[in-house]
């Protein structure tokens, strides 16, 4: 366990950053953002956001992984669910997190 209880891993090429491990995407949405040095205070950002939008959902455990792609960075954001959970209308609202233009500039922004 790292920092202030969060879990940080490298697997398979990315990052991995999740609260509980092993790391679940029960959810998940993922995109592709520009080339980023700092992998990790992207995750973390990704982090902070999505628990922002989906912390009333009973259960959830954000995870995020980001790793280098052909063309940029691919980041997965998304995470465990116990229980049951509206799982299209959550992967919604991951989408409008990760797709919002000013999260994506501050996060660019703020790992590069």
């Known amino acids: ?3 202030r209880g969060w879990y940080m891993q490298q697997q398979d090429g990315a990052l991995i950053l ?7 995407f029960d959810l998940s949405v993922e995109t592709r953002l520009p080339p980023v040095a700092r992998r990790a205070r992207l995750a973390h950002q ?10 009333h959902l009973r ?4 995870c995020v992984s980001v790793s280098d792609g052909p063309e940029g960075t691919v ?10 959970a509206p799982r299209a209308q959550a992967e919604a609202r991951i989408a409008g997190v990760l797709e919002d233009a000013g999260n994506r500039a501050r996060w660019v922004r703020w790992s590069s």
């Open 1 to 3: 366990m790292g920092r």
């Open 75 to 84: 980041l997965r954001a998304g995470g465990r669910v116990e229980g049951r």
């Open 59 to 62: 259960g959830f455990s954000p």
């Open 46 to 55: 990704v982090r902070q956001d999505l628990w922002r939008a989906l912390q």
């Open 18 to 24: 999740a609260r509980r491990w092993p790391a679940r």
